[in-house]
């Protein structure tokens, strides 16, 4: 289970020494987007002389690859002979390319004697890749789904806003496939760094339809999604009382503070809990 998941490019040497004191659940050492085409030969060696050096992190080290289009694709699983990517992150995801890429990386993996067998965390960011969300994500190497809201707006032709109508749908797609086959449902990033009020109104957005972790493109932006996403003191002291009380009656369905409570909402305390242990906001 994530929370946060912070973008680092991959050719900073200075942010990629920092990247052991960002709290994020995640750090995304980035070889697309963030790394002009002329830099990415150069970024991929500084990121696997890096990776070599790197003592065992408490975040999850991701790497995001260039898409299967361009050159740099199949140089990149370089990346993995390093033994230490606990997940690749896929652009431009689809069942077509989902498959592609899964038959490569073990081609790769078994050539290169690689132990370390990293996920696959797909990034949905095309109209192709809503339609085939429901098969990439029942694949058994992906644990999470991405939202790449900027990409897919334009693929929809839709207009990109703060509030984010234009991706209700997408979001709600991606959180029940993902829902479905028990992965984390992991929210696009939110541009702007320099408004907290928006990057919480627009956490608690996707986190009230099902969203259970964001990404984040800087480092100021972590603890306020550390915080939207983990369980609030009220919602632990609920469910606190909802199982301790379940614990005592052993009935089917009773009440607290003149609420009904049934079996969802006691699997949702028990969640709820295990959540806030695995933050260490309880012992």
Do not use: C
């Amino acid at each position: 289970m994530r929370r946060s998941l912070l973008f680092i490019p991959a050719n900073k040497p200075g942010m990629l020494q920092s990247s052991d004191i960002f709290e994020s659940d995640g750090i995304i050492f980035d070889l697309e987007d963030a790394v002009s085409s002329h830099d990415k030969d150069a970024a991929r060696t500084l990121l696997f002389e890096y990776f070599k050096t790197l003592k065992q992190p408490e975040s999850e080290i991701i790497v995001r690859i260039n898409d299967e289009t361009t050159a740099f694709h199949r140089l990149d699983l370089n990346i993995l002979i390093t033994n230490r990517v606990d997940s690749v992150m896929l652009p431009k995801a689809t069942r077509a390319t989902l498959f592609s890429f899964v038959d490569l990386i073990e081609r790769f993996e078994t050539e290169h004697a690689i132990k370390k067998k990293a996920k696959i965390i797909p990034i949905i960011e095309s109209a192709r890749g809503l339609i085939d969300i429901h098969e990439i994500a029942a694949h058994k190497r992906v644990t999470g789904l991405l939202l790449g809201a900027e990409d897919l707006s334009t693929d929809l032709m839709a207009k990109r806003t703060k509030t984010g109508e234009e991706i209700l749908y997408a979001r709600s797609l991606l959180v029940l496939s993902a829902r479905a086959e028990g992965i984390d449902a992991i929210d696009t990033p939110f541009t702007d760094t320099r408004d907290e009020r928006g990057l919480e109104a627009d956490a608690r957005t996707s986190k009230t339809i099902g969203m259970n972790a964001k990404a984040a493109i800087h480092p100021d932006q972590v603890h306020v999604i550390n915080r939207v996403y983990s369980p609030s003191e009220i919602e632990i002291e609920f469910a606190r009382k909802v199982i301790a009380r379940h614990e005592k009656i052993e009935q089917g369905a009773f009440s607290i503070d003149g609420k009904m409570i049934d079996k969802p909402i006691i699997e949702r305390a028990k969640k709820t809990l295990e959540s806030a242990r695995r933050w260490g906001l309880i012992e």
